[in-house]
């Protein structure tokens, strides 16, 4: 018995011995790395050394050159200069096939899915297990699949399509696939961007027995508590240049934020006082399925109405169906008094209605177009009033906003695709404004985009709201809709389950109400 327990004793101190060894290996050199674009440096001579078996943070405002670089890793771009040594080896990616087969993978920002596919097409997508004739083996890749999701913990069915899937299960399903690969370096950009608290911690747990095991993660967000809570070690970018690496026991929140941006950001929620005037919009009993349930409210000039709640409760539902991007099956709909029927997202515009939506990629940018094309695009009836396009007057406009919103662009003619997420969204933002709204509405104006970018947006918001907007704003982010709103509803199961004014607003109460709790019990 005594010699079984001073074998495992020691077995226990072996393992222990190797995966400070693992811990102390640095898999991953990047020196020199030197990529750019036309009239772009995204990574002037950086460098990078990540250590086996442990979470590496990259940080910095967007546009620093965290994913451009991660891109080079990967073997996507082709860097102008520089060295990239793996386990003590040069190495050279000409494309993503280089980088898998020699053991690195990566879940992208965005996500890009087959929607028609299943989820185990989509895992095993170029990789399908083969049987008689080189057929595809369906019933192997989904026990596959099955065996895959058992191990993670991941219930979710492998036939399901993806179009059918959640946004937080087609991430998770990506998070699934990357690891699929069996790679000794796993790159996670924004991996938790649009899942709930409950899978975040499910994933943070999935992080801690892939680096147990020995993988190295590359992780990339915007979230500060996120990196503090997992991170063994921290990688500063800025404006594409290397600023430092410091173990992130060694840094604080504020250090780091001033490392990121260049300075000291003292506030990330410039709220700025406004004359909140006469109601501009009423709902009334809106209704439209289970996901719009007998809403009713009111927004004012100068007003920031927070709309806060747990995923799937609703929110982004409400917004919608106002745009008219899905009809109302019943409810009233009154601008300045005045009642009027929204049936299509054109009707919103004509009544000084915008919105900024909550997936950028999807149903924001149009990648492929200028950032003048970007900004135009909802207010072309304005420029064109006798069917000619009024170039001079566009061209003016979209100068004058993009000087005011402060977006950075070598060119307004550059494809907004190349623009950082805060540069997309500030461009988004200017979109609407072209079209001289009275009610803009914002769902989640700050996701994916970095600490400073944030503090930009905020500041924007506070302006426009003095200049007598009525701003609607559906934020995933507690302190965000605690730092911005003059009054916040609390929406549950499609339905408001409270409304909390300023002055009251604390974290506990909101989730109270998010929760289903009543108002009673809150008070």
């Not at 004739?133 to 026990?143: C, E, N, P, Q, T």
């Not at 300075?263 to 006082?273: A, H, Q, V, Y």
């Not at 200049?467 to 911005?484: C, H, N, R, T």
Request: aromatic share 4%; with cysteine; proline share 4%.
């Amino acid at each position: 018995m005594t010699s079984r327990r001073f074998l495992n004793e020691e077995r226990i101190h072996q393992i222990q011995q190797r995966r400070e060894t693992m811990s102390n290996d640095v898999i991953l050199e990047m020196e020199g790395i030197r990529k750019t674009f036309p009239g772009v440096v995204a990574l002037d001579g950086v460098q990078l050394a990540v250590r086996r078996g442990t979470v590496h943070s990259l940080m910095g405002e967007n546009g620093a050159g965290k994913s451009t670089l991660m891109k080079v890793l990967i073997g996507m771009y082709v860097p102008d200069e520089g060295t990239v040594r793996l386990n003590g080896n040069v190495v050279t990616f000409t494309d993503t096939r280089d980088g898998l087969a020699a053991g690195i993978s990566m879940i992208h920002q965005e996500l890009s899915p087959v929607p028609e596919m299943t989820v185990a097409e989509n895992i095993w997508l170029g990789r399908e297990p083969r049987g008689a004739f080189g057929l595809v083996d369906h019933k192997l890749m989904v026990r596959k699949t099955q065996e895959l999701l058992d191990t993670w913990d991941l219930d979710i069915n492998p036939r399901a399509q993806m179009k059918n899937l959640t946004v937080a299960r087609q991430q998770m399903v990506e998070i699934a696939k990357a690891i699929s690969y069996e790679a000794q370096i796993i790159i996670m950009d924004e991996p938790t961007s649009a899942i709930p608290e409950r899978e975040v911690a499910h994933l943070h747990g999935m992080i801690k027995r892939l680096t147990d095991s020995g993988v190295a993660i590359i992780y990339i967000t915007h979230k500060m508590d996120e990196v503090f809570k997992i991170s063994d070690d921290i990688t500063i970018f800025r404006d594409g240049k290397y600023v430092a690496t410091k173990a992130a026991a060694d840094l604080t929140r504020d250090k780091l934020i001033e490392m990121m941006v260049g300075r000291e950001l003292t506030d990330l929620f410039p709220k700025l006082e406004a004359e909140i005037g006469e109601v501009v919009l009423s709902v009334r009993n809106l209704n439209r399925g289970k996901l719009v349930r007998d809403v009713s409210f009111d927004v004012r000039k100068g007003e920031i109405l927070g709309f806060a709640g747990l995923m799937g409760a609703g929110r982004t539902e409400v917004l919608e169906t106002i745009f008219g991007i899905e009809p109302a099956d019943s409810g009233e709909i009154a601008i300045h008094g005045k009642p009027v029927k929204i049936r299509e997202p054109k009707d919103a515009i004509k009544n000084n209605v915008g919105l900024l939506t909550e997936d950028r990629k999807l149903n924001g940018i149009m990648g492929v177009l200028s950032v003048r094309d970007n900004m135009i695009v909802a207010a072309l009836p304005k420029y064109s009033p006798n069917g000619f396009l009024q170039l001079g007057r566009i061209a003016q406009d979209c100068d004058e906003q993009r000087t005011a919103m402060r977006v950075k662009t070598p060119s307004l003619n550059q494809l907004i695709k190349n623009l950082s997420g805060g540069n997309q969204q500030k461009a988004l933002i200017a979109r609407w404004l072209l079209t001289l709204p009275d009610i803009l509405m914002i769902d989640e104006p700050t996701r994916g985009i970095d600490v400073g970018a944030k503090s930009e947006i905020h500041r924007l918001m506070s302006l426009l709201a003095q200049q007598g907007k009525a701003i609607i704003m559906v934020s995933s982010e507690l302190p965000e809709v605690l730092g911005m709103s003059d009054r916040i509803l609390v929406m549950h199961e499609g339905r408001i389950s409270g409304e909390v004014p300023r002055a009251e607003a604390n974290q506990e109460r909101i989730m109270h109400f998010a929760t289903g709790g009543d108002a009673a019990a809150a008070a």
